[in-house]
């Protein structure tokens, strides 16, 4: 996904809006068996919205800035983000998905996390008065042994969170997720039935992206998601078993894919789902033989997601003179302005920008004047501040959703000659 449009550049920013307080530390691996490369810490996004960490710093007791997280970082909802030391990747199954040299204390000492000078989220261990401040929430939680480490307690599969390490954390067997981890794991019930007709004893849906109650789906931008279905299956005395799927309109044939007992048989299916599908509850049902039934359901996650497919515009006009960009509705054109919606959502815009500056001083951004419909007087339009503006685009989800922004910029009669440059912003809005 590309990212700042400016005269020079353009920065997409893919928002959404949750709360950073959103983000919380799971567990902490202090006090590793093999100190090279052993540290970690996980995060966790509680909100039902990804939250952009980008530049966000791991605060130790050794450095104030121990690590930070690279910028256009992205934390997905319901998701958990791994950052571990140098080498981590190289002695774990389960990636980080940030590495850098970490120095975590094995005794009285915390790690944070920090966004812009403020605290998201902290836990300690040890004596809380050799403790430096901002490291620890309420009181410190007891330190655990060697290659153990400090994990979250959780109630009904939500975490814990009183704000009081003493109470939130305890000593646990490292058990670590990165961003690819699944939100939940599902336990397969084998029932063998003795009566004639065919049955359906359970039907699965194998991925699940959420830990809520549930089957929850979370769409990729532009990538459509294949969803494994399974049926456990007896065909009674039935010699010739046809297992049919039905999603939508749509009926496919499930194949066998195990053969579980003398009675029982596994039937399995892939259906696509469109990353535009819409958001919402979602029944998939199976039949044996046109007789027996069964039924499941999931739920599509919302996703806004946007792609500008621009770097930059440019524009060349004496002073007192208009130059103008207009935008297109072709993904292929470098030098137009064209947004796209790679989500599931209808899409509107926030926008803002910075004066254009060069040696020969400034042109205030006011003078850039957008339009969504080539009309520069419509409510699709306006002229570009500093200050964020929503525009109600409203551009619907779907396999080639595009919009054309058209740009024009009216120069200032005492303008210095001299090449000047600036910066739009683009957001994603609901």
């Known amino acids: 996904m590309k990212s700042w449009l400016a005269f020079g550049t353009v920065l997409l920013l893919l928002a959404s809006f949750a709360s950073a307080a959103d983000v919380i530390i799971t567990e902490v691996l202090y006090d590793p068996v093999n100190e090279s490369g052993g540290e970690a810490v996980e995060l966790y996004n509680q909100a039902d919205a990804a939250i952009s960490i980008g530049g966000w710093i791991v605060a130790t007791e050794a450095s104030a800035n121990d690590a930070t997280i690279p910028a256009g970082t992205v934390i997905r909802p319901r998701s958990h983000f791994l950052i571990a030391d140098q080498g981590w990747s190289a002695l774990s199954e389960v990636k980080a998905d940030y590495e850098e040299a970490l120095t975590l204390a094995n005794s009285d000492a915390g790690i944070a996390i920090v966004s812009n000078g403020t605290i998201i989220d902290a836990v300690g261990w040890g004596n809380g008065s050799n403790i430096g401040s901002g490291l620890f929430e309420g009181a410190p939680a007891a330190g655990v042994a060697e290659g153990q480490s400090l994990g979250r307690k959780t109630n009904s599969s939500h975490y814990i969170d009183t704000g009081n390490n003493s109470f939130d954390f305890s000593a646990a067997t490292p058990g670590f997720r990165n961003s690819s981890s699944a939100g939940s794991s599902e336990i397969l019930v084998f029932l063998s039935v003795t009566s004639t007709p065919p049955a359906i004893h359970s039907l699965n849906i194998t991925e699940d992206d959420d830990l809520a109650a549930g089957i929850q789906l979370m769409p990729l931008p532009l990538q459509n998601s294949s969803v494994r279905v399974v049926a456990i299956v007896s065909p009674g ?39 535009h599908q819409q958001p919402g509850l979602y029944n998939i049902s199976a039949s044996v033989n046109s007789q027996a039934n069964a039924t499941t359901a999931f739920e599509v996650m919302r996703l806004l997601s946007m792609e500008v497919d621009t770097g930059s515009i440019s524009f060349s006009a004496p002073a007192g003179g208009t130059s103008e960009v207009i935008g297109d509705l072709s993904t292929s054109t470098g030098d137009r302005i064209t947004v796209r919606n790679t989500g599931n959502t209808p899409l509107n815009l926030y926008l803002s920008a910075t004066n254009l500056s060069s040696v020969q001083g400034q042109i205030p951004s006011e003078r850039l004047r957008y339009s969504f419909d080539g009309n520069y007087t419509s409510s699709l339009s306006g002229n570009l501040t500093a200050g964020i503006q929503r525009v109600g685009l409203n551009l619907p989800a779907g396999i080639q959703s595009l919009g054309s922004m058209s740009v024009r910029l009216d120069i200032p009669q005492a303008a210095g000659a001299g090449n000047y440059t600036g910066r739009i912003f683009i957001g994603a809005s609901s």
């Open 237 to 275: 005395s039935e010699e010739n078993v046809s297992v049919q799927l039905r999603f939508g309109n749509s009926t496919l044939a499930m194949q066998l894919a195990e053969t579980i007992n003398s009675t029982t048989s596994a039937y399995a299916a892939n259906i696509s789902i469109p990353f």
